[in-house]
């Protein structure tokens, strides 16, 4: 929207001097200080910054939503010029429903999993706009069919887990609008979706913004997000404001060194021009905003050999089951005759949206999940042929690291203990000795020696994931299955993780089978590039040509739906289109086509 224009309306939400504080062990401590800002009708408003900044803590003091025996909120917040600060707490119900809602990261953990998602926005409808069950119904269909849900009527009586993550997040927006708000609050609303449905509801936010009106309050830590949607950003650090103005300004002469360094560190897709190998990412320190320099990783491919690890035509199926029998009515076919080979030093990413198979392909090769059919040769062992004790063996030389590393660190377990406890169960080492080696896997991966003893959940997740990373490096693997690994991770931190696989690869000469959505990260740290659609390999080959020349239609959406962090774009509709990825669900006896795959250059093949 034009900045006259803007300026022109009135404020629909108006905080002034916001200052949040918890209690803590009977004191009181201030995470957020002394906020000021102002959010116009159809304005969107960005407040960014890093994990521990403040910026959720602030939309839900903005919604009331803290537990008010353990939260304190001082400061004036006005919504359509009415004090909500002192508001009882039943008259803050009536305005959450209807002159403010919020989306939220995570929609999965905020739809109820025992209604049906018709159910739970007929809800809204019911209780705040007065409407009949009928009524209802009609009103949640048309919101569905708003937020380009397909086939809106049939999926009404559907539940939250027969949705894909961006059709659950379209769910939430469908939700939130329901009421028809003044103020739409988004708090971290594209982090964990994949670069395609991330683009389709950041497109989504903009059209029914421009078609309701709204105020928007768009919570991020990811600055080309930023750029694409916001008019006005704020940057917050360590719960102050530390720089606000037009998203424009901000990123071109941002003056804060907090602000710099987010915007330094950005993986921007298209950086990798004339490096031929992986790049390390520059080091930025947060608190000065000094960037330092990238440099270019030294060759560990031991190319020309036998492969570290060789897939050869790999099946995984997982059957459905249903009726009173339970009798086998169809097939998931998660990884469809794939093939491909990983040698000693090399990273090969796995690329492709949730449900393309990317994450079962590592799991097969692990032997988490039983592939179907195919052949896994890693290290010498034929691993589909491997026994309990011989799949033991085999797994000192493959090891994983998950998405979510406090849910594979055990909660009980000090992490020296969770370092050690692979040399012990595999008899590499005593327990003195795993200890002893824990403390210097730790000391390897950034961390002190002294943290030995702590807990997962007192660590941040950026250390949770270095302590993953150095379980992994406990059995001296050949190769290393990243699942996901820094996709949660805030930009600083993910560049800090990154730079830390690539000296750990140049040091060891390990594998890696880096399996990520995030095209810009894949760009700087791959040598070679895989693209699954639909449980296949439909391109593949080195990261130069993939990224340079994409021939298949589905990699070249991949490349389009990456933002860009750049605020010229903010107008801009990649015009995506609504449909989910198709399903991989086959009836009994269903046999794939044979696919023919057509080589464009030395190494780079696309599937015909």
């Known amino acids: 929207m034009d900045d006259n224009a803007l300026l022109e309306k009135t404020a629909v939400l108006s905080v002034k001097n916001l200052t949040t504080s918890f209690r803590v062990d009977g004191e009181w401590k201030t995470v957020v200080r002394d906020l000021s800002f102002e959010v116009r009708a159809g304005e969107t408003v960005?407040?960014?910054?890093?994990?521990?900044?403040?910026?959720?803590?602030?939309?839900?003091?903005?919604?009331?939503?803290?537990?008010?025996?353990?939260?304190?909120?001082?400061?004036?917040?006005?919504?359509?010029?009415?004090?909500?600060?002192?508001?009882?707490?039943?008259?803050?119900?009536?305005?959450?429903?209807?002159?403010?809602?919020?989306?939220?990261?995570?929609?999965?953990?905020?739809?109820?999993?025992?209604?049906?998602?018709?159910?739970?926005?007929?809800?809204?409808?019911?209780?705040?706009?007065?409407?009949?069950?009928?009524?209802?119904?009609?009103?949640?269909i048309r919101l569905l069919e708003k937020v380009r849900i397909p086939n809106a009527a049939s999926r009404f009586d559907e539940y939250p887990h027969q949705f894909s993550g961006g059709m659950r997040q379209r769910v939430m927006i469908a939700m939130a609008l329901a009421s028809r708000p003044k103020l739409l609050i988004a708090d971290e609303p594209t982090t964990a979706l994949d670069v395609t449905i991330q683009g389709q509801i950041l497109d989504l936010i903009k059209t029914l913004q421009e078609e309701e009106g709204m105020a928007v309050l768009f919570i991020t830590h990811d600055m080309a997000v930023v750029a694409e949607i916001a008019d006005r950003t704020i940057v917050m650090f360590r719960g102050d404001q530390v720089e606000t103005g037009q998203t424009a300004d901000i990123f071109h002469r941002g003056a804060h060194p907090y602000t710099r360094a987010l915007l330094a560190a950005i993986p921007k897709l298209g950086s990798m021009k004339g490096h031929e190998k992986p790049l390390r990412f520059p080091s930025v320190d947060m608190t000065t905003g000094v960037v330092g320099q990238s440099i270019e990783v030294e060759d560990t491919v031991t190319g020309g050999m036998t492969p570290i690890l060789s897939v050869k035509n790999l099946v995984t199926r997982f059957a459905i089951r249903s009726g009173m029998f339970g009798r086998v009515t169809g097939a998931v076919h998660a990884v469809e005759n794939i093939s491909f080979d990983l040698f000693q030093g090399e990273t090969l990413s796995l690329v492709g949206e949730s449900g393309c198979g990317k994450s079962t392909t590592g799991r097969s090769i692990t032997r988490l999940v039983e592939p179907l059919s195919g052949d896994i040769s890693l290290d010498g062992y034929d691993v589909l042929k491997l026994d309990p004790s011989g799949l033991r063996a085999m797994r000192r030389s493959v090891q994983m690291i998950f998405q979510d590393p406090f849910s594979s660190l055990n909660p009980r377990m000090t992490v020296g203990a969770a370092v050690a406890e692979p040399m012990i169960k595999h008899r590499t080492a005593t327990s003195a000795e795993a200890r002893e080696n824990a403390a210097d896997l730790l000391e390897r991966v950034g961390l002190s020696p002294a943290m030995m003893n702590r807990y997962p959940h007192e660590f941040s997740g950026g250390q949770r994931q270095r302590v993953a990373i150095a379980r992994a490096l406990a059995l001296n693997p050949k190769v290393i299955v990243a699942d996901e690994s820094v996709s949660a991770l805030d930009v600083s931190i993910k560049a800090q993780v990154c730079n830390l696989l690539l000296d750990l690869q140049q040091q060891f000469k390990i594998a890696f089978l880096f399996i990520s959505h995030d095209m810009a990260v894949v760009e700087r740290v791959s040598h070679r590039v895989a693209v699954m659609y639909l449980g296949e390999i439909v391109e593949i080959g080195p990261r130069a040509d993939i990224f340079a020349n994409p021939q298949h239609p589905y990699t070249r959406k991949l490349m389009e739906a990456v933002p860009v962090p750049d605020p010229a774009r903010r107008g801009i509709r990649r015009n995506a289109g609504a449909e989910e990825l198709k399903s991989p669900i086959r009836p009994v006896g269903y046999e794939a086509p044979r696919r023919e795959y057509v080589e464009i250059s030395p190494g780079h093949l696309v599937l015909a």
């Open 46 to 140: 960005a407040i960014v910054g890093e994990s521990g900044s403040g910026k959720s803590v602030t939309s839900l003091s903005l919604m009331r939503l803290l537990d008010p025996r353990n939260s304190r909120i001082e400061g004036s917040v006005s919504l359509n010029g009415k004090d909500i600060l002192s508001l009882s707490e039943g008259e803050m119900r009536h305005v959450r429903g209807n002159d403010v809602a919020m989306i939220f990261q995570e929609p999965m953990t905020s739809l109820n999993p025992v209604f049906t998602i018709g159910r739970q926005i007929s809800e809204v409808l019911v209780r705040h706009k007065g409407l009949n069950t009928l009524q209802a119904r009609e009103e949640t």
